[in-house]
């Protein structure tokens, strides 16, 4: 009898293991909704647009900051007809200065020339325009006096108080991990577990990045792009943020095996420098640099924050607005046509014979069209699955075009080197973390 015993043990505990190792970290519903908006504006604003710099020392006189137009209302209609889905404002880089009067500083709009409450009037243009509103907030203060000590992890909570209570909902909480001398020389030790607690307490269908998350990761660089392969899985233990994160390339390429679901964000800006100099006027980057960037971002499974810094006037500056626009158009035009819309759909698979079990779709055209590439997506909700596949194009059944890629993601874009004629498409999984759901293709 205690054999028995011993032996159903140990089948449970294998197969437990086994549940274990299969087991494939899901999206939050707040994380869900995060991937439907794959494409917003970040805004640099503060005392650096008029100062030229790019970190502040918290030393500028408040008086500097004087927009002399400032229109939130501008920003939110060239993010609309940009495309972008909404806007995250640094309401208080690593200088201190806050875009809000805060109780808990004295290097704030309240002591500016302008004095105007910048968040309040973003947090209602975004609600006019329907555009979902962000907060960045550096926890780095080189002007907070308290900075370097215990009582500065309280002046932080009780920021983010005010920004939650005063000025949401709040979509999306950026964290930089940047942490330096505050005025008294000290280094501050964030208490990250209780600024994450707090969150989830005041606004929990708010997502919060950082280098790890918890919700959102930084994709690793600030060059525009991320990974061929990018799994929105990744391992944070014995991690930290800031100097403790991952290696850039992990970051870019999550983890296969990844115990949390934390997607990746590229963060890329429009011009040179992150806020506004007149000297970038002429680099800003054109419709096409940006809608390559879009294809290597959003063509990949990630979401794309780009900076479009306000200028010392408080408006998108022209050039950037032009090549905003642009890329609007591109990006309107990859979707607008799907040549597999009418396609009949045979799906094979899976193929028990072969390793790893490969799962097939074929999709039959009545009579040849032209494609540019196609646009690959999983349902999210079941978890990311697709670890390699292999897409094909022939015309009356001879194979024209062939190419393998790993990860799809949320959205997977694969643009052909020259456009070719085709009358079925196929798509081969080659090796998926249990069974794959793929959404019907599109062909552009």
């Not at 008086?63 to 940009?82: G, V």
């Not at 040849?368 to 697709?386: C, D, H, R, V």
Request: glycine share 10%; hydrophobic share 35%; charged share 20%.
């Amino acid at each position: 009898m205690k054999q028995i015993k011993g032996l159903v043990i140990c089948i449970f505990i294998f197969f437990s293991t086994l549940s274990a190792q299969n087991r494939n970290p899901l999206p939050s519903g707040a994380q869900l909704k995060w991937h439907d908006n794959n494409y917003y504006f970040f805004m640099h604003f503060g005392p650096n647009t008029f100062t030229g710099k790019e970190w502040g020392d918290g030393k500028e006189k408040t008086s500097i900051f004087n927009p002399s137009q400032l229109d939130t209302d501008q920003w939110c209609r060239i993010a609309k007809e940009a495309g972008a889905k909404g806007i995250i404002i640094t309401a208080k880089h690593h200088d201190g200065f806050c875009l809000w009067p805060s109780k808990y500083s004295t290097h704030t709009v309240r002591e500016s020339a302008f004095k105007k409450d910048i968040l309040a009037l973003l947090s209602a243009s975004c609600k006019k325009a329907g555009l979902l509103f962000g907060v960045y907030l550096s926890p780095w203060d080189r002007n907070h006096p308290d900075y370097g000590t215990e009582k500065y992890n309280d002046v932080f909570v009780n920021m983010l108080g005010e920004i939650f209570q005063n000025y949401g909902p709040v979509w999306e909480l950026w964290w930089d991990g940047a942490n330096g001398e505050g005025p008294n020389g000290k280094v501050q030790q964030y208490d990250w577990s209780r600024f994450e607690n707090f969150v989830r307490k005041a606004s929990p269908q708010t997502v919060i990045f950082s280098d790890i998350g918890p919700d959102i990761r930084w994709v690793g660089n600030e060059s525009g792009y991320a990974g061929t392969t990018n799994w929105n899985l990744l391992d944070t233990a014995g991690f930290k943020r800031g100097h403790g994160a991952p290696s850039q390339d992990t970051l870019g390429a999550g983890n296969y095996r990844g115990a949390q679901y934390i997607p990746a964000e590229v963060d890329v800006s429009i011009r040179p420098g992150w806020f506004y100099r007149d000297t970038e006027n002429d680099k800003v980057k054109s419709a096409e640099q940006l809608f390559n960037i879009y294809l290597k971002s959003v063509g990949r499974g990630a979401n794309l924050l780009l900076n479009v810094p306000p200028d010392s006037r408080g408006l998108i500056h022209e050039n950037d607005q032009k090549a905003l626009m642009g890329l609007r158009q591109k990006i309107d035009a990859l979707y607008q046509k799907d040549v597999l819309k009418s396609a009949l759909v045979n799906e094979a698979g899976p193929d028990k014979n072969s390793p790893g079990k490969k799962y097939t779709w074929f999709y039959l055209l009545k009579s040849p069209a032209t494609f540019n590439g196609i646009i690959l997506s999983e349902q999210l909700k079941y978890g990311q699955k697709i670890a390699s596949a292999t897409i094909s194009f022939s015309l009356h059944g001879e194979l024209v075009h062939q190419e393998d890629i790993t990860t799809v993601g949320n959205q997977r874009i694969l643009t052909l080197p020259s456009p070719i004629q085709a009358t079925e498409v196929s798509v081969v999984i080659n090796e998926s973390k249990g069974m794959p759901i793929l959404k019907r293709p599109k062909g552009f």
